[in-house]
């Protein structure tokens, strides 16, 4: 079976769902000074979906976060929010963030704001800008972007935002590639950071899940980690009037979250296959449909019986081809 590697863009979806405000407040503070935070957020990825399942298939569609919060103006006046986190940078993607926009801006006709959290270790300087130009026609399309390969450690340190500590970890998790020793001191460092900020239960929680996920050790020091974690910080946890539960808690949920993804993505995977052999037999069967219609005298009834095929997409593939 093919290897899966780490769904690092649906951890961190996941970590922007949950820590919604403190996302806003860090990568876009202009809007966050602004929003009316007493109104909440709407997730509507699922309208994202329908908007763009007819030109992009495949799972990471499934993973894309569109969010609609008010802003301080007394009126019914929303934003609508375009989340994207890439670890590579693809040019065509640069032209899905295009027609994402205007999609949802065709649907909604509403402000839109767009964020690409670039979590790679190598980005070009014009990862934000989309360009058309054919015979005098020209679009340019332009978006919020953040890049980990950029972010200077000490500042992350200082922040008191947790997604500073988020991006501190995708930032170790690159230039930890070639050495699970440096890894793994980089994970302790991470998780006692994340104990001693003070910060809420919930934001505590969300970054020890995502941290312990995303920054992937072997077997052998993931063991070891976890057992040295489990004696650091269980008599820490008696002393913060339970904020958080106990780590031997959390360990234990933490692997059982990630048994659970790593077992969903091998059945998606293994789905994935079978609908590409069964599209792959259909499109040979239209095939060879079309072979039967210009080479042979046959009926539609009888080359219909033949490929297996409903005896109407017979009939539409030979109009097509008298056409």
């Not at 899966?4 to 961190?12: E, G, I, K, M, Q």
């Not at 040019?91 to 006709?109: A, G, H, Q, T």
């Not at 000490?154 to 970890?169: F, G, T």
Request: a negative charge; proline letters at 2%.
């Amino acid at each position: 079976m093919k290897e899966l590697h780490p769904d690092h863009d649906t951890h961190w979806k996941e970590l922007i769902e949950k820590l919604f405000w403190n996302t806003m407040a860090f990568f876009l503070p202009k809007i966050y000074a602004i929003a009316d935070q007493s109104k909440g957020v709407e997730f509507l990825d699922k309208e994202l979906h329908k908007l763009i399942a007819d030109k992009f298939k495949g799972g990471s569609t499934r993973k894309d976060k569109l969010a609609k919060i008010y802003l301080k103006n007394g009126k019914e006046h929303y934003i609508l929010i375009h989340f994207e986190v890439q670890a590579k940078f693809d040019k065509d993607f640069l032209r899905r963030m295009f027609v994402y926009f205007y999609r949802i801006f065709d649907k909604r006709e509403e402000n839109i704001t767009a964020l690409v959290i670039y979590t790679g270790d190598s980005v070009p300087d014009d990862c934000d800008t989309f360009k058309y130009e054919f015979m005098g026609t020209k679009v340019v399309y332009q978006f919020n972007v953040y890049r980990v390969c950029k972010a200077d450690e000490a500042e992350l340190l200082e922040d008191d935002n947790p997604m500073a500590l988020a991006v501190l970890a995708a930032k170790y998790l690159n230039d930890t590639k070639d050495n699970k020793e440096l890894r793994y001191t980089f994970k302790h460092k991470l998780m006692d950071l994340a104990f001693e900020r003070g910060w809420t239960g919930e934001e505590v929680d969300s970054l020890l899940q995502f941290i312990y996920l995303l920054v992937i050790l072997p077997n052998n020091l993931e063991t070891k980690f976890e057992d040295e974690l489990r004696t650091k910080h269980d008599i820490m946890s008696t002393t913060v009037e339970r904020k958080i539960p106990l780590i031997e808690d959390l360990m234990k949920r933490y692997r059982q979250i990630r048994e659970e993804k790593e077992q969903a993505r091998r059945e998606g995977w293994q789905e994935g296959q079978q609908e590409g052999w069964q599209e792959g037999r259909q499109e040979a069967k239209i095939e060879g449909a079309k072979n039967l219609i210009l080479m042979t005298d046959l009926t539609n009834e009888q080359i219909a019986a033949i490929q297996e095929l409903p005896i109407e997409v017979v009939f539409e593939l030979r109009k097509e081809i008298q056409l």
